[in-house]
């Protein structure tokens, strides 16, 4: 028998969930940082077994973004729950609040099975945990409760073992060999993003995009050009850097990861252009891969 289905992964921002989907798929099927607010978009994480294809939803950190651009983070989380076999909201063990708790309570009458995940519990200790651990108890709705690490790899078969326990049968929705819905270009440009996330300090890494301008495939060569769009020509000054320093550094380790990716050399060049109300402007967010039309019915 061939199970498959689509599991949600929610939670606040920072906890863990990409880093989890890329985890159980076993790719890099999404970008991860130590800053909040990393993910932007609904990302499909597809784990293909010998008798199962489980798909999951990766989805924006829930916070209460302002912007048009927080509109559209929030709606890419709230639609991801819509007609999926699982939820799974992710918890980060060692900053578990209210929050976390009104937020598994909001899904105390939800049609499909609801799992609470604890993660990183290789950086909190018992003492800390046990008292989650007992207030989470009260919520009887919950399907189960699972304690892992997802950055070492720690208990990820329970959450498989968990989800083919309520996976209904059915079919590979995807081909078996595709590992995520997003092209090699959305890839890139996340790349682009992670490194200046990485790099950047501050407001910063929470104000740019990506824009990729050209990706020309040819034989022995991808040429990629990329803007990176950001919010104030302060801003500009730090992501070009000292003699364009920092704008080597990002570029030079997302061409490195690009082409590990691709299989093939990259030629990546990369440009700062200032765009002060680019969260804010609906069209120029739909060009950035983040409209709003989307989520209309
Ligand atoms: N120590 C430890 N760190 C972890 C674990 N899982 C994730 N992290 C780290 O937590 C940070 C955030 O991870 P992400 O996967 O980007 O978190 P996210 O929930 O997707 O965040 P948003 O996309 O912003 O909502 C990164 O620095 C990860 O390396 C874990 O099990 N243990
Ligand atoms: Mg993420």
């Known amino acids: 028998m061939f199970r498959s289905g689509f599991i949600a992964v929610i939670g606040k921002p920072n906890v863990g969930k ?20 990393t993910t932007r978009n609904k990302i499909l994480g597809i784990k293909n077994g010998q008798d199962y294809q489980m798909v999951f939803l990766d989805t924006p950190g829930i916070h209460n973004g302002k912007s048009k651009l927080g509109e559209y983070l929030k709606k890419s989380t709230e639609s991801a729950t819509n007609g999926v076999d699982a939820i799974m909201i992710l918890l980060d063990a060692g900053k578990v609040n209210t929050f976390d708790f009104d937020l598994i309570k909001s899904y105390e009458n939800s049609s499909v099975p609801v799992f609470v995940v604890v993660n990183k519990v290789d950086i909190s200790s018992y003492e800390k945990l046990y008292p989650v651990l007992a207030k989470l108890n ?21 959450i498989e073992r968990a989800l083919l326990n309520i996976l209904p ?16 270009r959305f890839m890139a440009a996340e790349i682009i993003r992670e490194k200046a996330l990485l790099f ?6 929470h104000g740019i995009a990506i824009d990729i301008t050209t990706f020309k495939e040819g034989k022995n060569l991808i040429d990629i050009k990329a803007d990176i769009i950001c919010e104030s020509d302060r ?10 320093a920092m704008l080597k550094k990002i570029g030079t380790s997302a061409r490195e ?3 590990k990716l691709v299989d093939n050399k990259v030629l990546l060049e990369l440009f700062v252009k200032v765009r002060e109300d680019w969260k804010e402007n609906k069209n120029t967010l739909s060009d950035l891969g983040y409209n709003l039309k989307e989520f209309d019915d």
Not at 18 to 37: F, M, R
Not at 139 to 158: C, D, G, M, P, T
């Open 169 to 184: 049968e059915g079919p590979a929705y995807f081909p078996t060999d595709q590992y995520t819905d997003k092209n090699l």
């Open 200 to 205: 950047l300090q501050e407001e910063i890494p």
């Open 235 to 244: 801003h500009k000054q730090i992501i070009i850097g000292k003699n364009g």
């Open 138 to 158: 009260e919520y009887q709705f919950v399907k189960e409760f699972l304690v892992i690490s997802a950055l070492k790899k720690r208990n990820l078969q329970e």
């Open 257 to 259: 990861e690009i082409e």
């Open 18 to 37: 990409s880093t989890l989907i890329n985890a159980l798929v076993g790719e890099k099927v999404a970008i991860t940082s130590p800053k909040p607010q």
